[in-house]
């Protein structure tokens, strides 16, 4: 679910067209603070400067927030078909999200000359789009995974601009019973993307005895993790694997003898059953951040040659 505004191009002077696409400098220019979602800035073939002069035309869409206020941020493309701009925010998004995205808008119709068109049809001035009740959506999306969590389903995924929010039942009890959910729902997902901790990252072999498939996390000394409490094919690899593909999940505990930044002084201490790894964890030693996920202190390595039994 979500809901989508077109802003359309500027067109050039005597018949010749639509301009070029905006750059991505420009498109974060708009308005202050912006930063870009999703990208892999730490990769040795990613060029900042190239990245930046690249027009957004080359992209399927580029999720636009500020960093340490955006829950889900805002998704930006252009669509060449329409010659048309387009923003698009999840649904339900974070009241923070919304505002941006409101105020993204306004400058991009002062920038453009063009009025602002929504999917239903209706079309707003820069001035006018300050009008639509985004608190409805809002309200709209909670009560959407409040239905689905009724059901079948035991766990509900939102995915922000750093990592996902997962929602149980209790959860969503709790968002619906307070003074104002919207809010509540916004604070809880926000947290969640900027907690200081690394987000392990699960990783499948192939069994060389029986052909079986392994998942694999790692946890490393010292390093306040995020794991997940019962693990899943998370969504990157959704296509490539379903849950029951995964005949068994394990995690490797890695050590650190000497300067942390020297790839060759670490080492395995063990490797668990990923289930037996959890019984073993010290409930002090964790915490639930959401209805999935845990962040593990950052342990030493007496604390994890204990894990290793």
């Known amino acids: 679910m979500s809901v989508e505004f077109r802003v359309k191009n500027k067109k050039r002077p005597l018949f010749m067209g639509y301009s070029d696409a905006m750059s991505v400098s420009k498109a974060l220019d708009l308005l202050p603070d912006l930063s870009v979602f999703g990208i892999d800035e730490s990769a040795e073939d ?162 060389g005895d029986d052909g079986t498939i392994m998942g694999s996390y790692a946890l490393t000394q010292d390093l306040p993790t995020i794991l997940p409490y019962k693990p899943l094919v998370e969504w990157q690899n959704a296509e490539m694997l379903k849950n029951s593909d995964v005949a068994r999940w394990q995690i490797a505990l890695i050590g650190i003898e000497g300067d942390e930044n020297d790839a060759g002084n670490y080492h395995a201490i063990a490797e668990l059953e990923y289930g037996e790894f959890i019984a073993r964890l010290p409930k002090q030693n964790y915490r639930f951040i959401d209805a999935s996920y845990i962040l593990v202190d950052g342990l030493n390595a007496e604390q994890l040659k204990a894990l290793a039994g």
């Not at 027009?55 to 078909?81: A, F, H, N, Q, T």
């Not at 079309?123 to 969590?149: C, K, N, P, V």
């Not at 766990?155 to 997962?166: D, H, T």
Request: with cysteine; proline share 2%.
């Open 46 to 207: 990613f060029d900042e400067r190239a990245f930046l002069k690249s027009p957004l035309s080359e992209y399927e869409c580029l999720i636009l927030g500020v960093r340490g206020k955006s829950g889900r941020g805002m998704e930006l493309r252009y669509d060449e078909e329409q010659q048309s701009y387009a923003v698009r925010v999840n649904t339900p998004a974070t009241i923070f999200d919304w505002v941006l995205a409101i105020s993204y808008l306004q400058a991009l119709s002062k920038q453009l000359g063009s009025e602002i068109a929504g999917e239903d049809g209706k079309i707003y001035t820069h001035d006018r789009i300050e009008q639509f009740d985004y608190e409805r959506d809002i309200a709209a999306g909670l009560h959407s995974i409040d239905q689905h969590l009724s059901g079948d389903t035991e766990v509900n995924f939102c995915y922000g601009v750093e990592r996902p929010f997962a929602i149980n039942r209790a959860m969503m009890d709790e968002i619906l019973a307070s003074y104002n959910p919207a809010a509540e729902f916004s604070k809880r997902l926000t947290e969640v993307q900027y907690l200081d901790a690394y987000d392990a990252h699960q990783r499948f072999y192939r069994n």
